[in-house]
């Protein structure tokens, strides 16, 4: 599998989460190198649980996963990461909350898509729930609260969910899911349909064998109820 080197990815990088707000190049890049700033997902308030917490080892930097304007659809890309629902427990997830930053621009997000997947050896699989142009709560600077639609029933397995925000390059930039530096479970996926960014990486592939960046998994929170 080719690999995006960081320094052919240079040219469109970003400035910082907390940078410029101006797109300063004409394409958009695939990895967000921050300055050492670290975000804060949201915390849990109210009744609902946290079913899962992915939120610690904040590495700083993140991948774009995000659903561009038509000029750019060659563009379009999608980080996943996966989780266990523990043995004799069933989950109602109820809302994702997830560590981001905004690149090449300030944003904000229009709204974002929400996938949940089977696990199919080791990878995404078989679409359980599917939610597109959810309208989250944005923190100002890209961490996203957002409440689903329709509560998501998983019994105990692996599984595997994605975010995507819905942003136009040439009005807000990019939006990356930012990264930890670390690995939980199975390594982080991600794909590439229109092969834009030249990684060959057409469907989920390891996102470290895609975009050469060294980090880990993603940040995120699973809330809800568990039965």
């Not at 696990?119 to 679409?127: I, M, N, R």
Request: aromatic share 10%.
């Amino acid at each position: 599998m080719q690999k995006l080197s960081l320094l052919a990815a240079a040219a469109a990088l970003a400035l910082s989460a907390a940078g410029s707000a101006h797109a300063t190049k004409a394409t958009p890049g695939a990895v967000h190198v921050g300055n050492g700033v670290k975000v804060q997902p949201f915390v849990s308030k109210g009744a609902m649980a946290v079913l899962y917490d992915q939120t610690a080892n904040d590495s700083g930097s993140g991948i774009v996963s995000q659903n561009f304007e038509a000029t750019y659809d060659a563009y379009d890309a999608q980080a996943a990461d996966d989780f266990v629902v523990p043995a004799g427990a069933s989950w109602r997830i109820k809302e994702v909350d997830v560590g981001g930053a905004y690149f090449n621009g300030s944003g904000p997000a229009v709204s974002e898509n929400v996938t949940f997947y089977k696990d199919k050896k080791g990878k995404p699989g078989a679409v359980v729930a599917e939610f597109m142009e959810v309208s989250g709560v944005d923190n100002g600077s890209g961490s996203l609260k957002i409440k689903l639609p329709k509560t998501v029933r998983l019994d105990a397995g692996k599984y595997w969910v994605s975010v995507q925000a819905n942003m136009d390059f040439s009005s807000g930039g990019e939006w990356a899911w930012e990264n930890q530096s670390t690995v939980e479970g199975k390594a982080a996926m991600w794909q590439n349909p229109g092969d834009g960014f030249g990684s060959g990486c057409v469907k989920y592939a390891n996102e470290d064998s895609c975009v050469n960046a060294g980090l880990g998994d993603h940040l995120f929170m699973l809330k809800g109820k568990s039965k």
